[in-house]
Nanobody
Framework: QVQLVESGGGLVQAGGSLRLSCAAS??????????KGWFRQAPGKEREFVAAISWTGITTIYEESVKGRFTISRDNAENMVYLQMNSLKPEDTAVYYCAASQLATIATSRRPQDYKYWGQGTQVTVSS
């Protein structure tokens, strides 16, 4: 089993920045060479894709509304994945989840069903 724990959420004013971290523990070797991603869920809405990164870190993909503002990165040696969020907007308010895949057939994915392990989430609130 792999456990994912997110941190770094909080309350920030519009235009501000936050850096989310996701620490993996347990059988991390089972996910270190696979894609990792960030998703978010706002109240009353479905969980949506935010960003994903291949295990090498070479390939990254983003949801259209966060392109140019968010940056995903990972440190495989430390079993960490990060989401740097700049120029935050009130519509970015959500619970943010870290996810780890175990599929060897994909480099990255926008689909929640391609991720096997999930963290419990960290709240990000952006005030206007």
């Amino acid at each position: 089993q792999v456990q994912l724990v997110e941190s770094g959420g909080g309350l920030v004013q519009a235009g501000g920045s936050l850096r989310l971290s996701c620490a993996a523990s347990g059988r991390t070797a089972s996910t270190s060479t696979y894609a990792k991603g960030w998703f978010r869920q706002a109240p009353g809405k479905e969980r949506e894709f935010v960003a994903a990164i291949s295990w090498t870190g070479i390939t990254t993909i983003y949801e259209e509304s966060v392109k140019g503002r968010f940056t995903i990165s990972r440190d495989n040696a430390e079993n960490m994945v990060y989401l740097q969020m700049n120029s935050l907007k009130p519509e970015d308010t959500a619970v943010y989840y870290c996810a780890a895949s175990q599929l060897a057939t994909i480099a990255t994915s926008r689909r929640p069903q391609d991720y096997k392990y999930w963290g419990q989430g960290t709240q990000v609130t952006v005030s206007s």
